[in-house]
């Protein structure tokens, strides 16, 4: 199983970038999907996570508002929206896969719970 993630970039602060995450395996599409950033020097932090049918969602607090996630299965495909983009937004995103959390609207927030995890890219707002 490989997740690809794309998108990221160089944007300035209030812009918007969207960054997609294709996967592999069509199973993936009954499981659960994240994504999570890491700043350099900081550890690795949830930012949203979407269920197997995209009727279940959850955002780390501080992202309510500016980020939306959403997948389609028919391309085996998740995608995150950053819009109002910060300067502390900055931060190489993960995409990642749960399957503990397939067929179900559970999500979780620690990213040990997920198992598969593309190669990061870099998001990198300017002031």
């Known amino acids: 199983v490989q997740l690809q993630a794309s998108g990221g970039g160089w944007v300035e602060a209030g812009g918007s970038l969207r960054l997609s995450c294709a996967a592999s395996a069509r199973a993936l599409s009954q499981c659960a999907m994240g994504w999570f950033r890491q700043a350099p020097g900081k550890e690795r932090e949830f930012v949203a996570a979407i269920n197997w049918s995209g009727d279940s969602t959850s955002y780390a607090d501080s992202l309510k508002g500016r980020f939306t996630i959403s997948r389609d299965n028919a391309k085996s495909t998740e995608y995150l929206q950053m819009n109002s983009l910060k300067p502390e937004d900055t931060a190489v995103y993960y995409c990642?896969?749960?399957?503990?959390?397939?067929?179900?609207?559970?999500?979780?927030?620690?990213?040990?719970?997920?198992?598969?995890w593309g190669q990061g890219t870099q998001v990198t707002v300017s002031s």
């Open positions: 990642a896969a749960d399957t503990t959390a397939c067929g179900t609207t559970w999500l979780n927030r620690r990213h040990r719970s997920y198992n598969y």
